[in-house]
């Protein structure tokens, strides 16, 4: 998928969690704190490809992230490379768990931290499910199987992939209205 897939994924998700009563966005601070979580999460699955959006942007991580995937490899297979693990439910469950850590600690902005995470699971989450819908799919239970797992919609790029945008952008314009 490309980057405005999942940023539109990944505001239509937020939405959908607002309307239904999951999660509480409004315009305030704390809103803006889940957004920007949001937006980031979006992106942050790609920080595993350099030529991405986000690995153009945090160049040295990414780079810092290919350098682990190359010495760590286990008979030439990848698994930070792209659609490895920064591509399954692993980071959601370490987020999920530096979310709880910081409630049991003592941190100043601990809130606005948590509101963030929230976020940040949000939009990650949106993510892996968009390119579940690709044909090249995403190891969903890394570490536990590296088996790739798709539902093979479309390819990234290709008209289909247009066509699902368009449908999310006018998805997108109906729901705020009723926001």
Known sequence: MTKDTHVLGSLNLLLLLSII???HVDRSIAGGIILA???LGALLPDIDEPRSFIGRRLWVLSRIIRLFDIFLRQGGKSFLGHRGAFHSLLPI???GGLYFGIDQ???TYSDEIQLFIQGIIIGYLSHLLLDLLTNRGIPLLYPFSSKKISISL???SSTGEWVFKLGMF?????????F
């Not at 006018?170 to 009723?178: A, F, N, S, T, V």
Request: charged residues 5%.
């Open 21 to 23: 009563g999951i999660i």
């Open 37 to 39: 979580g949001v937006l």
């Open 93 to 95: 469950v370490l987020f």
């Open 105 to 107: 600690a003592s941190i």
């Open 154 to 156: 479309f390819s990234t």
């Open 170 to 178: 006018i998805l997108l314009m109906k729901g705020i209205q009723l």
